[in-house]
């Protein structure tokens, strides 16, 4: 089955600087890689995803890059804010036409810290 | 306008009890997951469900079963609670051909 790794498992930073978080996964024939955001005591939410037959997706501050043939993607996170403090989760799967192949594999999760 | 909810948000029940995690979602999904979420292991897939009746091994079942008799609803079943069983528990559901998930709240389940 799909295996992802996701670090760095916590990140610190100044409020105002970037942050990366990395993830690799094993399956080549997975296509969907979303990205979920957990603040404290909160459900996780979707915050950006892209799909295989794309590179990059950017949507204001995050942006979402992704390497097949490394097959490895990272979150990128510019101008951090406080409010960007929360659990990090990256996920992979292979969504294929039926209903089985649904399902979702996380990484272990980044603790993202920013400090005003 | 909470769409997956989840029945109790804390519970605390013994070693040995039969343990019932129940997960509703009003958003017509095909597809609905149980998940839980244990610090450093972030979340494991327990049981998922394509369609009515239907389900599937995720990648830690052992100790659990689920059930699934309505489309809205779907079941974690904690057969002979162990204390290795304390954790979040996370249902999510999503719709075929969509590929988001939506997140109850969780419930934190402590087996004493």
């Known amino acids: 089955g799909e295996n992802v790794e996701q670090h760095p498992s916590t990140l610190s930073v100044q409020e105002g600087d970037s942050a990366v978080i990395k993830c690799t996964y094993s399956?080549?024939?997975?296509?969907?890689f979303p990205w979920y955001k957990q603040e404290l005591g909160k459900r996780p939410q979707l915050i950006i995803d892209i799909r295989s037959n794309v590179g990059e997706k950017k949507d204001q501050r995050i942006a979402v890059t992704l390497n097949k043939t490394a097959k490895h993607f990272s979150l990128h996170i510019t101008e951090t804010q406080p409010e960007d403090s929360a659990v990090y989760f990256c996920a992979a799967s292979n969504f294929l036409s039926g209903g089985s192949n649904y399902k979702l594999t996380f990484g272990k999760g980044t603790l993202l810290t920013v400090n005003p | 306008d909470v769409k997956v909810t989840q029945s109790s948000r804390y519970l605390v029940k013994r070693t040995g009890e039969k343990v019932f995690l129940e997960c509703v979602q009003d958003?017509?999904?095909?597809?609905m997951f149980w998940y839980r979420q244990d610090p450093g292991l972030g979340l494991r897939l327990i049981y998922f469900?394509?369609?009515?009746?239907?389900?599937e091994k995720g990648d830690i079942p052992e100790g659990y079963s689920v059930s699934r008799e309505k489309k809205e609803r779907f079941s974690l079943i904690l057969e002979s609670a162990s204390t290795n069983q304390t954790s979040m528990y996370l249902c999510?559901?999503?719709?075929?051909?969509?590929?988001?998930?939506?997140f109850g709240s969780g419930t934190r389940l402590t087996v004493v």
């Open positions: 999510a559901s999503s719709a075929t051909g969509r590929y988001g998930y939506t």
């Open positions: 399956d080549s024939a997975s296509n969907y």
């Open positions: 958003m017509d999904h095909e597809n």
């Open positions: 469900s394509y369609d009515v009746k239907m389900k």
